[in-house]
Nanobody, 127 residues
Framework: QVQLVESGGGSVQAGGSLRLSCAAS????????MGWFRQAPGKEREGVAA????????YASDSVRGRFTISQDNALKTVYLQMNSLKPEDTAMYYC????????????????????WGQGTQVTVSS
């Protein structure tokens, strides 16, 4: 089972930027889907972005597309979420998550697929 540790959260003013990191350990990194999810107070957790560790294909939700970019450094087994043009509504606890996909399927941002989760890192955007 993969272990995940997030870092990089913090407080920023609207329009600012933050970069989150998620370091994976404990298993082969092959054919993993690495995702970022977030949960704001009183709201359900939602998928933000995901990346396929094998081919680098990325996926992003409509709410962050064009502002957030997911990337990876396979040598470090680390996934990043670059967040630009942050808005107050981006305030949430951000979680890194992972699952190993079957070889015949692509990654997806469907929460129920992810079976490894980090502890989360808080992002607060003030207006």
């Amino acid at each position: 089972q993969v272990q995940l540790v997030e870092s990089g959260g913090g407080s920023v003013q609207a329009g600012g930027s933050l970069r989150l990191s998620c370091a994976a350990s404990g298993t082969s990194y092959s054919r993993y889907c690495m995702g970022w999810f977030r949960q704001a107070p009183g709201k359900e957790r939602e998928g933000v972005a995901a990346i396929d560790t094998d081919n680098g294909r990325t996926y992003a939700s409509d709410s962050v597309r064009g502002r957030f970019t997911i990337s990876q450094d396979n040598a470090l087994k680390t996934v990043y979420l670059q967040m630009n043009s942050l808005k107050p509504e981006d305030t949430a606890m951000y979680y890194c998550a992972a699952y190993r996909r079957p070889s015949w399927l692509s990654c997806a941002l469907r929460q129920s697929l992810y079976n490894a989760w980090g502890q989360g890192t808080q992002v607060t955007v003030s207006s």
